[in-house]
Structures are given as C-alpha cells and as structure tokens.
C-alpha cells in the first residue's frame, strides 16, 4: 500500500432503506441483490480483500436482519446504525471499531467492471484524502444525476466539486467522484453531516487528491443501472 504505513480500515455502508431500488431488494436489502450470480455486497467485500485490506466493517442496519445472517462466519465486522442517518454518520459508525486509521469508504451499489478502485486507492495513498474519479461517457453514463462532479483540478489535485443537482443529468464528459474514497482525520476535522461541504473545504486546501480509473462503472442504485449492470454481468 504505497509508502503510507499506518493500516487502512475499509468501511462499507449498508444501512441505508434502498428506497430506489426497493423492488428488486433481497429480503429488505439492496446489498443482498445479486448481479452476476454475486451479491453486491460480497462483491464488495471481496475487491477491498483483494486490495489487501484485512480489517472490514460493514455498517448495517437493527431493521436488516438478512445481512447480519449473510455475513456470519464471513470474517468482516459488522455495526448497526441506529437510523437512516445518511453516509457520515454510517462511516462514523464504522469508526468506532478503526479509530482514527484511514478509512476506505466502499459503497457497495456502486460496481466497476475491469477494475479494482479500491486496490488503486491504496496504492497510490499517501495520507491526503483520496477520491476515485473517472471520466463519465455514453451509454453507460446516460442515467446518472448530476452529484459528484468534479469542477476544478490541478494534475492530481481536485480544487472544488459542484453542488448536488440530482435532478439534472450529469453532463457526458465531465468528471465525477464515485462510490470509492478514503478519508483520514483531516476530513472528520472539517465534517459535520454534509460530505461535500467537507470535501471542498478540504480542495480549497489543496489537500484532496485525485484517483483517476478509466472503466465503465455501474450506479446500482437506481433500477435502471441495476439492469444495466445486469446485461453487463451476464454477457
């Protein structure tokens, strides 16, 4: 994990109601649902195992039974967040466990096709905040909204992101943060519940780097990428 030696926690978010993707969820959860033959959950868990993370917490929910049953004996932590609280505090759950390591923060609806973001992060870390970013471009872009772009940068330096627009569509060709980072103390410094606003302070800064991964990646989230990702996956 490049030159930076204190260990890395991934932590991945499950708690969340899934409302978008509410009818195609497994026993209440859209992590459970499977996309090519594997849930996104395990799929998770298995890239940032094989980016060399030994210490994994999954952060779920009192209300979702099935994935404290899925992962028994599965060899990851798991934490319960109290309530649909939204990512900071589900990643601050997590943080009971890591403490103020580095924390590779792992959306699990967010999937990559010919890629380990995760394994990148650690690479190329070095103890800034780092974002995974690619390029967005058609078709596979066409459904997203317009949150995480990414509007300024120097080399590997992101200088500002925009606001969250989620009811404009992201425009092609244009950059955009995904569901992949690591955060270090200098975020949970400047953080209260809005990871955006922490973000850009932390660009302003210029201590807010750059991951850059070209691949189709999928936001599961929505229904119409679940599709997607599955005519992606079982080709």
Request: net charge negative; charged share 20%.
């Amino acid at each position: 994990m490049a030159e930076y030696s204190e260990p890395i926690w991934a932590i991945i978010p499950a708690a969340g109601l899934g409302t978008r993707m509410a009818e195609n969820a497994v026993l209440g959860c859209k992590e459970l649902v499977q996309v090519g033959g594997i849930t996104m959950l395990e799929r998770t868990i298995q890239e940032v195992e094989l980016a060399g993370i030994d210490n994994i917490v999954v952060v779920s929910s009192p209300n979702k039974p099935g994935i404290d049953a899925a992962l028994k004996n599965r060899g990851v932590h798991i934490v319960h967040q109290d309530g649909p609280n939204g990512l900071v505090d589900a990643v601050r759950c997590g943080r009971i466990l890591s403490g103020k390591s580095p924390c590779l923060v792992a959306l699990p609806d967010v999937m990559f096709t010919d890629v380990n973001p995760s394994k990148k992060l650690c690479e190329r870390f070095q103890g800034d905040c780092l974002l995974t970013i690619v390029q967005t471009e058609a078709p596979w872009a066409n459904h997203l909204k317009d949150t995480g772009r990414v509007t300024k940068m120097d080399g590997e330096y992101i200088l500002d992101l925009a606001g969250k627009s989620p009811d404009l569509p992201f425009p092609i060709g244009e950059f955009r943060i995904t569901g992949r980072a690591i955060w270090t103390d200098a975020f949970w410094n400047v953080v209260e519940d809005d990871e955006v606003a922490a973000l850009r302070i932390l660009a302003s800064a210029r201590k807010l780097r750059a991951s850059f991964v070209k691949t189709p990646y999928l936001d599961v989230g929505l229904t119409v990428g679940y599709k997607y990702a599955q005519s992606v996956f079982n080709q």
